[in-house]
């Protein structure tokens, strides 16, 4: 298998360890060790300390399945795969699809949920917004052909923030299911909904066609616990997700899956922490738009940690991020680094450095575009 580089990867595993300041980050600040371990009771205490480092159940240890399933309605233990997030969207592609097969991928996305599918040897169309920034359920549908297998969304939408409606969101489900299309929703940045009348169901609890991929790493985050899980009510197709997993991790690290149920059982405060962070980050990237209304604008997000700050002015993103890079040591993801050719650099809004970053970015703007 031929797979092309994740050009946003291999940039983050470049830069984000050496440059000071983080622009573009899409998860939330990362919870210390020993504050995850003051959130919890006794008994997960004892969960923790006795913990044996053996391998863990294949399909996920059964407690934290038992967690995950009550972050949802109608979704059982069973019907949950615990694999890192990534890995979920390696054994679903792998899994489930063959060359000629025709797909249609929300676009821009983040990479693997199409570059996967071009490496079997799919043919991919991609799921493009209007030009005021919304994705509209009648341009997916014009995409649709007969060879259509798969439909793959992402909301809240990384890179662009944006979100559907329940409305839309249902007939999508709907329009797969009368195509016998598979729809696999990432859900990755679920539980960051501004509103929680913004929710999203999970696509796979509203029809057992559908699988649904989420995890710890952006709403939680814990993304180096590596846990993520597969929703999947089909019992034949979780069978041959399982079979996959022993060719890639064979389970998940067993300290990682204390530590998830751990911050499951407080997962209402964790994601309360995380949204005070992004609301008060909203607030300051509206203050830098009103001061820079001549080269930049965003479509406010209504959920999720990421964003899009677009730029204005003949500003190229790639010349912008490689300028912030080397005059002010700040690290930010610009849209060509997601194929996308609209000038833009993501916003990510969960981190509580992002206020410094973005100032380094205001003074770019000053001493260098402005002046
Ligand atoms: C939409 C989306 N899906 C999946 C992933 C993969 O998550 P992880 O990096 O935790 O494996 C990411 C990570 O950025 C993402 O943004």
Redesign the pocket.
Known sequence: MRISPFLLERHFAKYEFDIPFQLSC?DCEPLALAELLEMASTESIGLWQNLKLSYTESQGNTLLREEISQTYDGIKPEEIIVC???EG?FLVMNSLLSSGDHLIVISPA?QS?SEIALSIGCQVSHWKADLDGQYRVKSMESLITSKTRMVVI?FPH?PTGALISRAEFIEITQLCTLNGILLFS?E?YRGLEQDISYQLPCAAALSPGNIS?S?M??SFAL?GL?I?WLVCRNPGVREELIQMKDYTTICASAPSEILAIIALKNRDRILKRNLQIIKKNIIMVNEFIDRNTDCVYWNEPKAGSVALLNLLNGLSSEELCKDLLEKQKVLAIGSHLFRFHEPAIRLGLGRIGFEQALKKLEDYLFSVVKS
Request: proline share 11%; glycine share 12%.
């Open positions: 899409s890192a997030p990534e969207i983040y949920l992402n990384n990432d990755m991929l995890g790493s952006k993304p590596r993520g």
